[in-house]
Nanobody, 117 residues
């Protein structure tokens, strides 16, 4: 079955640079658009970034210029390098994946990122 497992969250200082990882299994990873969403307490889920099978990237306005998404097709991994972390980045971060020809998303269970000032 499909599994997306996030790791790398936790308590981070404001201004820090943690990296989130997502290990994917049960999918044809190389044809999937992989991405990250986040949800802060009391807020709607928000698009963070995605990356196509060919490496094209998109970012949400709130993270553009600070976060970087990448993928390793050989390892079925996707990463989110988060830089210049702000208290507003505190959220549960979810890994997502969908085939490039479909809008059917798979979701991980999420990893909490807490930012201390």
């Amino acid at each position: 079955q499909v599994q997306l497992v996030e790791s790398g969250g936790g308590l981070v200082q404001s201004g820090g640079s943690p990296r989130l990882s997502c290990a994917a299994s049960g999918i044809a990873f190389s044809i999937y658009v992989m991405g990250w969403y986040r949800q802060a307490p009391g807020k709607q889920r928000e698009f963070v970034a995605n990356i196509s099978s060919g490496g094209s990237t998109n970012y949400g306005d709130s993270v553009k210029g600070r976060f970087n998404i990448s993928r390793d097709n050989a390892k079925n991994m996707v990463y989110l390098q988060m830089n210049s972390l702000e208290p507003e980045d505190k959220a549960v971060y979810y890994c997502t994946g969908r085939p490039h020809y479909s809008d059917d998303y798979y979701w991980g269970q999420g990893t909490q990122v807490t930012v201390s000032s």
